[in-house]
């Protein structure tokens, strides 16, 4: 019984170093990318919470708990790559939130078309580093039958989907409240929170 | 009474095929149960396992995970073929997991019930094609695509701008020369040639979650004949000290232009943005082929755009979109290649990026690919190679040789193809190769290995050879009285030859001598020595091998000098 804890610290060690050096051979090529990327989505946060002065306080009784899915981070540890998916999902869905025809001149246009743009371009950022992996990793046609048939890995799958149902909360609430000036603001508050949110995880990624 | 009760269990018996209740033996569950599942199409097939068919019906529910109910399937009760669409269901969401059971009914009997294993909509669901419309011009083909499913579509609510479209075009002569391109919503298929059919079948396709959608069906179109006017091309824009410069070419001279611009994003939201182009100021009713207009005029962001000639009646087509980010700097600096010798007649290659960069601190927003050029100092072949990395080595090289590296930076994507100037050269001589630094490590430890063996060797040999050749002439100290005037001889060499020492007698008779040792003096030893002389007693060398012969005078004693040493 003694001689197990043993070879278990034996053989830990040496995996701990394979570990270390397999994530540095790993790691995707993007790096550049990454710290454009982070200083884009930082920009974003402040655009976001510059589209008002300030939040109406009437609107607080109407406010609602979305549930951001905070939990996407446990299931596993997260390679960076989930990650950067996740914020490609992120990215994606608050575009299209903020690309709808419906503001009723909510906000200052000036200000809502800097939001889009500065979307747009963490999209672009993020579409680069995603497209690149794509090309290095899979074949086309890999791509078309993966993609037809049901996900297979399921770790991924599961935190796309609770993305997306994070979002479609965010999408009825919206539709429900008739696209009100008091709705957009709540979603504009529930959006910079996920912003920061993500800001965080990959902050932490980098310091891997 | 024996017999009525024989008949009716005979009756019973015979007849209870008849009283069973229905749902036994007759009617079974369906099988190989699939759902499939296209936009906002839903569809469930099964196989009937019941070998006639008549007079059976299938019906289907579905529960909603978390809920207690089954209900009824809209457009699956009582159905008689094997397959159903039941797209008219409410669900409240895609993204939750809902559970079907569908079974096989035939009068009042029905079969037990089948449950399919639960399953989320979302992920079943398999992207339709999306709708083309095209529109032609002489060197460009328009192309209006709506995104799969209706506008109302309840899948890909959340999802009408995240689908990229996949085109693929081809000349209707040569289905070889095939072209595939990833599009917008509304987009235009340039460097086509006039009065050609093209064929193309779009796909739509979403990044996360992966998924790939149909092709549409082969539409074709032909190109119409030449314009009068061409469109300007190559169309360039830069960065100068707080403006932009807008070039074009353009065949003709006498011109005006007009240039436009739209917001980037607009363009991956479907739907028509021709109503969203503005002038660039500076740049309307221009006569030369570039406009300069203040860089406050696009704030931090991306940008098409594109521009158009007319003289007067007839205006050009409008150009190709030209895609613009601030953040990027057009121009492309020359990287700063540093190279070191290492170990082993390599050489290590450093690049980093120019240390000057203009008002923006990025300057790179597309990874850049750097084109080194790789020679030795004296010869002129050269060898070039593409690497994406910024630290990378030469292998392998010759030793004590000089080589000479230089670089420069390259952006290749769809957009454009960009290259920098190359960077100055470098050139750094390898060091001295790795065999003559081996053999010197190996040289070196294993003179660290070998010398204490070679130190103890010498030793014991000397230690030996001592022994042998020049022995200690320090008797042992207990036969010290005995032998302290003679010297010890060694029992190797004594055997060959007699000893003998001369010896002189020097007085006689109770004379107190003082015998004179060689060595080293010792105080007892002289005591006694003196007192063993006073003795009459023999004082003589026992040992025969010293040789040196006394006289038969025992008595006397004789202060023996060594002569010899």
Known sequence: MRAKPDVIRKCLWPA???????????????????????????????????????????????????????????????????????????????????????????????????????LDQQLQFLEQCLHEEEEENEDVEDMEEAGRKRSGAAVPALRSLELRRYFNRIDKFLKDKEHSRCAWEIVRVEIRRCFYFFQKLTALLRRK | MLAFLGATTLMLVAGAPWVLPAGGTDLRSPENVTVSITDDNFTLKWDSSSESVRNVTF???????????????????????????????????????????????????????????????????????????????????????????????????????????SLVIWKNSSRLEERTKTVYPRDKIHKLSPETTYCLKVKA???????????????????????????????????????????????????????????????????????????????????????????????????????????????????????????????????????????NASLRVCISAPTESENNSVNQLYPLIYEVIFRENTSNTERKVLEKRTDFTFPNLKPLTVYCVKARALIENDKWNKSSVFSDTVCEKTKPGSTSKASLIAGICAAVLFIPVVIYGVKFLWQCISYVFFPSSKPPSTLDECFSEQPLKNLLLSTSEEQTERCFIIENTNSVTIMEENDQIDEDHRKYSSQTSRDSGVYSNEDENSGCKIGEDESQLAGVFKLDS
């Open chain 2, 205 to 343: 396709r979403l990044r996360s979650p992966r998924k790939d959608g149909f092709y549409s069906p082969v539409y074709c179109i032909k190109t119409t004949a030449k314009h009068q006017l061409p469109s300007p091309e190559n169309v360039e824009i830069n960065a100068e000290n707080q403006v932009y410069v807008l070039k074009w070419n353009y065949t003709y001279e006498n011109m005006t232009f007009q240039a436009q611009w739209l917001h980037a994003f607009l363009k991956k939201i479907p739907g028509d943005h021709s109503d969203k182009w503005k002038q660039i100021p500076n740049c309307e009713n221009v006569r030369t082929p570039r406009c300069v207009f203040p860089q406050s005029v696009f704030p931090k962001g991306i940008y098409f755009i594109r521009v158009q000639a007319s003289n007067g009646n007839n205006a050009s087509l409008w150009s190709e979109e030209k895609k613009f980010n601030t953040e990027m700097q057009t121009i492309l600096l020359p990287p700063v290649v540093n190279m070191r010798p290492i170990n």
């Open chain 2, 59 to 165: 019906s289907a529910d579905y529960q909603i995970t978390g809920m207690d109910n089954w209900i009824k399937l809209p457009g699956c009760q009582y159905i008689t073929s094997t397959e159903c669409n039941f797209s008219s269901v409410k669900l409240k969401s895609v993204y939750e997991k809902i559970k079907l059971r569908i079974r096989a009914e035939k009068g009042n009997s029905t079969s037990p019930w089948f449950e399919v294993d639960p399953f989320i909509p979302f992920q079943e669901a398999q992207i339709g094609p999306p709708d083309v419309h095209l529109e032609a011009e002489d060197k460009a083909i328009k192309i209006s695509l709506s995104p799969p499913g209706t506008k109302k579509s309840v899948m890909w609510a959340m999802d009408s701008s995240s689908f990229v479209y």
């Open chain 1, 16 to 118: 701990c170093l394979v570990g270390l050096f397999v994530t540095g051979l790993v790691s995707p090529d993007c790096n550049l990318l990454n710290t454009h990327l982070s200083r884009v989505s930082w920009q974003n946060l402040r655009l976001l919470s510059r589209m008002s002065s300030s939040f109406p306080v009437e609107c607080l009784r109407e406010s609602k708990a979305f549930e951001l899915p905070q939990e996407i981070l446990s299931y596993t540890r997260p390679l960076k790559r989930d990650i950067q998916e996740a914020f490609y999902e992120m990215s994606i869905q608050a575009f299209n939130i903020f690309t709808r025809d419906t503001f009723r001149s909510t906000w200052e246009e000036k200000l809502l078309r800097q939001v889009q743009m500065g």
